[in-house]
Nanobody
Framework: QVQLVESGGGWVQAGGSLRLSCAAS????????MAWFRQAPGKKREFVAG????????YYTDSVKGRFTISRDNVKNTVTLQMNSLKPADTAVYYC???????????????WGQGTQVTVSS
């Protein structure tokens, strides 16, 4: 079993930056693909970024490419989402997710954090 705890959300003006962190418990973290999802009010949850177990591959939804960077530390059991040039459209609850596979997918994640709110004002 893996438990995920996000931190780092908050309020920022458009053009600013935030760094989200996800701390994972469990010995199997290094064998799992990890991802960040987000859900804005009234919208479906969407995939934002993912990273394979050994950090060999990363994936981003088109709207965040060039602005967001996902990374992980398999020693510290953490995954991070650096978000730059934030836009009001990035406002959402952001969730950390883990998948019992070494490869990133757009869905079928087995473990979820509680979410952290990101609000970007114009």
């Amino acid at each position: 079993q893996v438990q995920l705890v996000e931190s780092g959300g908050g309020w920022v003006q458009a053009g600013g930056s935030l760094r989200l962190s996800c701390a994972a418990s469990g010995r199997a973290f290094s064998s799992y693909a990890m991802a960040w999802f987000r859900q804005a009010p009234g919208k479906k949850r969407e995939f934002v970024a993912g990273i394979s177990a050994a950090s060999l591959s990363t994936y981003y939804t088109d709207s965040v490419k060039g602005r967001f960077t996902i990374s992980r530390d398999n020693v510290k059991n953490t995954v991070t989402l650096q978000m730059n040039s934030l836009k009001p459209a990035d406002t959402a609850v952001y969730y950390c997710a883990g998948r019992r596979s070494s490869q990133v997918g757009l869905d079928e994640y087995d473990y979820w954090g509680q979410g952290t709110q990101v609000t970007v004002s114009s």
